[in-house]
Nanobody, 124 residues
Framework: QVRLVESGGGLVQAGGSLRLSCAAS????????MGWFRQAPGKEREFVSA????????YYAHSVKVRFTISRDNAKNTAYLQMNSLKPEDTAIYYC?????????????????WGQGTQVTVSS
């Protein structure tokens, strides 16, 4: 059974930084695509970033490009989302997700496994 556990959320002032972690367990993720999504109150879940577990290809939503960086540590089976220059509009619950295929998509319904989410609040 695949399990994803996020951590690292919190309250930060605008302009600050946070690093989210997503610890993955349950199988080998080499062929998987890992994604980060977020959902603000009253809004739909939206794509933030994605990467393949097997290479360095990364993707970002336009709203976070340059400010956010997705990465992974293969030895720890952990994905990260480094968030810099945070803005109040980045406030949301952040979720990591895994898809069983080497396939880039921004559609949440295409991801097979989800973590429980971690709250990120950016104050102005």
């Amino acid at each position: 059974q695949v399990r994803l556990v996020e951590s690292g959320g919190g309250l930060v002032q605008a302009g600050g930084s946070l690093r989210l972690s997503c610890a993955a367990s349950g199988r080998t993720f080499r062929s998987y695509t890992m994604g980060w999504f977020r959902q603000a109150p009253g809004k739909e879940r939206e794509f933030v970033s994605a990467m393949y577990w097997s290479d360095d290809t990364t993707y970002y939503a336009h709203s976070v490009k340059v400010r956010f960086t997705i990465s992974r540590d293969n030895a720890k089976n952990t994905a990260y989302l480094q968030m810099n220059s945070l803005k109040p509009e980045d406030t949301a619950i952040y979720y990591c997700a895994a898809q069983r295929n080497y396939y880039y998509t921004e559609a949440p319904e295409s991801y097979d496994y989800w973590g429980q989410g971690t709250q990120v609040t950016v104050s102005s």
